[in-house]
């Protein structure tokens, strides 16, 4: 487990203040008992306690430990993989449905910002960069597909255009949004955890489980509690390990790895990014990049499939950043940290039941800040009994990755395939 850069973390060390969560002891009863502090379980929590609901939620670690406070803070649009797997699998009716609920994922962040009153640096914009001209294509194949689906807010750039708006020539073409953006990903964690456990919502940290039942009515064990409940979910992404084989084995940990500069003072920021927009390429092992509050710049980039850290950090992403800004070469790097991320074999998020009454959703491919939100959201709806929803993208079908125990090894092989297409590009 990427454990050792968590202390390193920017945005740990900018935190919000937060009260620190019990441990569970003893044994407690809820009407829904949920594993995992992150968005998905937290969204959860929220929707449920607002409800009425007798809802506890279990954290191995502490709120946000996982992907939710180690992400680029990056609010992307739609699914990793596009809308063409959804209509394969739903028909183009069920997929614009499905791509509606993506563009709800981002209000739904943006409206809980504003009635919880969460302090996250929230910032719209967002710059699709190019890094050949073939990439140029799959811009507009973006906009036209974005377009299909009534999404207009939006705006090809041209190379001119966008060397105008950032201070590097790399890039050939760009595609800028105005519903997408950036926050503070822990912050906004911290302040859903404390808009839940304010609704009635019991948090507990320091407090893994060790093993659940699903048969029947769902209990859950951790060293010092157990839990007895009417209904789960379990809300781990890819923490999940080895709690259950089937999560095990349709969802591949994957580590990525984000940085942090010293502060670069207000004018150096805005001429790298003039206008603070969140900027991503259009790789398959993507960087991508936006400034901090206090003016650093926060790049994140190089993807592990090895689930190892790399050696000395901080220089392996200072070589990335230096090749879109080479003007940074004087500039320290304060913070580098990394964390696993859920993908699935078809990187759309994966939702469904575990039991009668046992929920999870996990899998989001490196677009879980919107999209969790919105999951947790509709899990809370289906134990609700409006399952509508829930159903609708709980009918998307995963297969396992293949290779069993030997699943990771293929994997990086395959990644290593897709380094060189986008290199060869």
């Not at 407690?28 to 502090?37: K, N």
């Amino acid at each position: 487990m990427i454990k050792s850069s968590e202390g390193m973390s920017w945005y740990r060390a900018t935190a919000v203040p937060s009260p620190a969560y019990p441990r569970l002891s003893g044994e407690v009863r809820a009407d829904v008992c949920i594993i995992g502090a992150g968005y998905t379980g937290l969204s959860a929590a929220l929707e449920l306690a607002q409800a009425g609901y007798r809802t506890v939620v279990l954290e191995a670690e502490v709120v946000g430990f996982g992907a939710s406070g180690r992400n680029g803070g990056q609010i992307c649009t739609g699914f990793s993989p596009g809308q063409a797997k959804v209509v394969a699998q739903l028909g183009e009716a069920d997929a614009k449905k499905c791509f509606d609920l993506a563009e709800e994922a981002k209000a739904l962040i943006e409206e809980r910002i504003l009635r919880h009153h969460i302090d996250c640096d929230l910032t719209w914009g967002y710059l699709h960069v190019a890094k050949s001209q073939s990439k140029v294509r799959h811009l507009r194949e973006m906009k036209e597909e974005w377009e299909h689906y009534g999404y207009l807010d939006h705006k090809l750039l041209t190379r001119e255009e966008l060397e105008d708006k950032l201070g590097t020539k790399v890039f050939y073409g760009g595609l800028r949004e105005g519903r997408a953006g950036h926050f503070h990903p822990l912050n906004y964690c911290l302040g859903l955890a404390g808009a839940a456990s304010a609704a009635g919502a019991q948090i507990h940290e320091d407090s893994r489980v060790l093993r659940v039942q699903m048969a029947g009515r769902p209990e859950a064990w951790t060293d010092a509690g157990h839990i007895k409940a009417d209904n789960m979910i379990i809300a781990c992404d890819a923490y999940a390990g080895r709690l259950t084989d089937k999560l095990y084995y349709g969802i591949m940990p994957v580590t990525s790895f984000v940085s942090a500069t010293e502060r670069l003072g207000p004018n150096r920021a805005r001429s790298l990014i003039r206008d603070n927009e969140a900027v991503a390429d259009t790789n398959w092992v993507l960087d991508y990049f936006h400034l901090s509050s206090d003016d650093r710049l926060l790049f994140g980039g190089r993807a592990s499939y090895s689930n190892y850290e790399p050696p000395n950090l901080r220089s392996n992403i200072k070589r990335r950043m230096l090749r879109i800004f080479p003007q940074l070469g004087d500039v320290a790097i304060d913070y580098a940290w990394g964390g696993y991320i859920g993908i699935t074999y078809n990187r759309l998020p994966a939702l469904g039941r575990l039991g009668p009454s046992t929920y999870y959703a996990h899998g989001y491919s490196g677009q879980g800040v919107a999209l969790a939100n919105l999951y947790g959201k509709l899990m809370a709806e289906a134990i609700r009994g409006q399952s509508e929803r829930y159903d609708l993208l709980a009918r998307i079908k995963h297969l396992p990755f293949p290779g069993g125990s030997f699943r990771l090894p293929m994997l990086v092989a395959a990644m290593a395939w897709y380094r060189l297409r986008d290199a060869l590009s």
